[in-house]
């Protein structure tokens, strides 16, 4: 018997929502599998990995601040993505956000003001939005590869931040380490609850979440960046701009950007530090997929990223797992919602091997 794949003619609706399912039961099977040939035991494995993280209030806490900046860079890219912009730079307009904060940060360290807290959020947002703008700007002026443009932009961001550790945001009093100064109270997000580490970005992106949401399915602006990600041409016969909507929309996706690495350092860090980000950029390109690039599934999504990011630490000291498992993780994830979205264009058969075909006795027989 051979398995073949037949074109259904349409797209599958409940594929399409079938598919992350599936790929996740077949992460969770072949990671099993991983975990019986590195010599540990699967299901006890797993439970290390992604129940016991989340067994108590603290690590349902943890949970959260993970998935905060995975979510709201993957709304942006939600943005991007649905006019088919496909901007990869969310790392790096991530980490302009939070250079961008702290730089501020640090020279207000003796305000009191209540204002010091929202220019630092607006500094880092601007950031990351500029940054994105960059791309936008090499698009729309060169036709440049957005693409190509991004991964180099995230590359050139992450060397200014390691730059600015070392240089002039370095703390004179830090014992030559390469970090910035403690941020000052008036700068730093608000915790939600006393001993746990939920702070006040939980509030930007419930915000986030439901103005993205608002965005694409209820506005025309979001009408605009549909039609223009389903075809371009007909976009420009109905008269909607195409270079004005790719700056909106890579600017949405570079302020929300910006703003995930602003809340990291003024929230739960609070200071600049080149740990900044463990590649929550690349992370929401995946959960804007697995989320289908719809707002609520990508909280869902979300919350899955940061579990695994949260279970690869807690795997690696309690299994003496290597700090990897998290990224091969991700990247099976990714792997197998790609393979399992052929299902939605294609419908899987059976088929018999070829048979000589059979001559009924009823038949009459051919002439000599």
């Given at each position: 018997m051979?398995?073949s ?24 099977i ?5 975990f019986?040939?590195?010599g ?6 797993l439970r ?5 993280p989340v ?9 959260l ?8 860079c993957?709304?942006?890219?939600a ?14 307009q991530l ?10 940060a ?5 305000w009191?003001?209540?204002?010091a807290l ?5 500094a880092?947002?601007?950031g990351g939005s500029?940054?994105?703008?960059l791309?936008?700007w090499?698009?729309?002026q060169?036709?440049?590869?957005e693409?190509?443009t991004?991964?180099m ?21 830090g014992?030559n380490f390469?970090e ?11 915790q ?6 939920v ?7 419930l915000?986030a ?8 399915h209820?506005?025309?602006?979001g ?9 371009k ?6 008269g909607?701009?195409e ?6 929309a890579?600017?949405?996706s ?9 809340a990291?350092v ?10 900044v980000?463990p590649?929550?950029?690349?992370a929401?390109i995946?959960?804007?997929?697995l989320?289908r ?5 990508i ?18 000291m ?8 998290t ?7 990714l792997f ?7 299902l939605?264009?294609?419908r ?11 001559t ?9």
């Amino acid at each position: 018997m051979l398995l073949s794949l037949e074109p259904r003619g349409y797209e599958s609706r409940p594929m399409l929502w079938l598919s992350p399912l599936l790929a996740a039961l077949l992460t969770l099977i072949s990671g099993a599998l991983l975990f019986v040939a590195l010599g540990h035991p699967p299901l006890e494995t797993l439970r290390v990995l992604l129940i016991d993280p989340v067994s108590d209030l603290y690590g349902v806490s943890e949970l959260l601040v993970k998935a905060l900046p995975i979510l709201l860079c993957a709304l942006g890219l939600a943005v991007v993505y649905n006019a088919r912009i496909w901007n990869i730079g969310a790392e790096g307009q991530l980490l302009i956000g939070a250079l961008a904060g702290s730089a501020l940060a640090v020279n207000i360290i003796d305000w009191d003001s209540r204002w010091a807290l929202p220019l630092t959020l607006a500094a880092g947002t601007l950031g990351g939005s500029a940054w994105a703008g960059l791309c936008a700007w090499l698009r729309t002026q060169f036709n440049a590869n957005e693409i190509l443009t991004s991964i180099m932009l995230n590359y050139i961001a992450l060397n200014l931040l390691l730059f600015a550790v070392h240089g002039p945001l370095k703390d004179p009093e830090g014992f030559n380490f390469p970090e910035s100064a403690m941020f000052g109270d008036a700068t730093r997000l608000p915790q939600l609850f006393e001993d746990l580490r939920v702070h006040g970005g939980f509030y930007f992106a419930l915000l986030a979440l439901v103005v993205i949401w608002v965005l694409l399915h209820r506005s025309f602006l979001g009408f605009q960046i549909k039609v223009l990600g389903l075809d371009k041409r007909a976009a420009g016969f109905v008269g909607f701009r195409e270079k004005r909507l790719v700056w909106i929309a890579l600017l949405i996706s570079g302020a929300l950007a910006g703003l995930a690495g602003v809340a990291e350092v003024t929230g739960p860090i609070g200071q600049l530090v080149p740990q900044v980000s463990p590649g929550y950029g690349y992370a929401a390109i995946t959960v804007a997929f697995l989320g289908r690039l719809n707002p609520i599934g990508i909280l869902f999504a979300s919350l899955l990223m940061a579990l695994l990011y949260l279970g690869g630490e807690n795997a690696q000291m309690a299994a003496n797992l290597p700090q990897s498992i998290t990224q091969l993780f991700q990247g099976m994830v990714l792997f197998f919602l790609l393979a399992c979205d052929v299902l939605i264009l294609y419908r899987p058969r059976l088929k018999g091997w070829s048979r000589k075909p059979h001559t009924s006795a009823l038949e009459p027989e051919p002439a000599a």
